[in-house]
């Protein structure tokens, strides 16, 4: 069965400091991987998408970087956080048939200070 | 005005409630409508899917799916305790790329 791993859960980072998010999929191979951020009260905001590897795609332009060094890991970066870069992220995969939906990781609650 | 709109609640309703979830849209191309629970401090996972119009059932849940009014609900029989969490409505459309549009999400409790 797919399984998708994302950490950490919680972060607690002061403004100006860089951040690195990592998800990694299990038991699948070639999925389309996404960044979601989640504020409170808001819908989800997709952030980055990929088809496979070194291929990313910007939804809204902003502090934050993603890449995808491996088939089944997708990394968030930013070089210098901002307060108002916090919030949940998530990380989710999807296979190419809709229906399926996507299997989201269990998120990292991120708070700039 | 947002492409999705869903109601944040919260929502409160006794044990054994018949309990209905909606949102509406704005964009007639969504296609594809999805319902996700999220529980509190995790990702959400995908609860109910439905393609175009009409109804679908899964156990104590029921999504339906009214295009002409760009209107759908999910609806919960005999709420329990654990069906409390917040609930994403989800939608799509093949014309853009299948790109996902998400609900503010209703948070709802459920007492015992």
């Known amino acids: 069965s797919q399984t998708i791993h994302q950490w950490p859960a919680t972060l607690v980072q002061p403004v100006g400091s860089p951040l690195s998010l990592e998800c990694t999929v299990e038991?699948?191979?070639?999925?389309?991987l996404y960044w979601y951020r989640q504020a409170a009260g808001r819908g989800l905001q997709l952030l980055f998408y990929s088809v496979g590897i070194g291929q990313i795609s910007s939804e809204v332009p902003q502090n934050l970087s993603a890449s995808r060094p491996q088939d089944r890991q997708f990394i968030l970066s930013s070089k210098k956080l901002l307060l108002s870069d916090s919030g949940f992220y998530l990380c989710?995969?999807?296979?190419?048939?809709?229906?399926?939906?996507?299997?989201f990781g269990s998120g990292t609650r991120l708070t700039v200070v | 005005q947002k492409e999705v709109e869903q109601d944040p609640g919260p929502l409160s309703v006794p044990e054994g409630a018949i309990v209905s979830l909606n949102c509406t849209y704005s964009?007639?191309?969504?296609?594809?409508f999805m319902w996700y629970r999220q529980y509190s401090r995790k990702g959400p996972e995908l609860l109910m899917y439905t393609y175009s119009s009409g109804n679908k059932e899964d156990g104590r849940f029921t999504a339906q799916v009214d295009k002409s009014s760009k209107y759908i609900s999910l609806f919960i029989r005999d709420s329990q305790p654990s069906d409390s969490a917040t609930y994403l409505c989800a939608m799509s459309a093949q014309t853009g790329g299948f790109k996902t549009i998400f609900g503010a999400g209703t948070r709802l409790f459920v007492k015992a």
């Open positions: 964009n007639s191309a969504f296609q594809y």
């Open positions: 038991g699948t191979s070639n999925p389309n």
């Open positions: 989710a995969w999807r296979t190419d048939t809709v229906a399926y939906g996507y299997t």
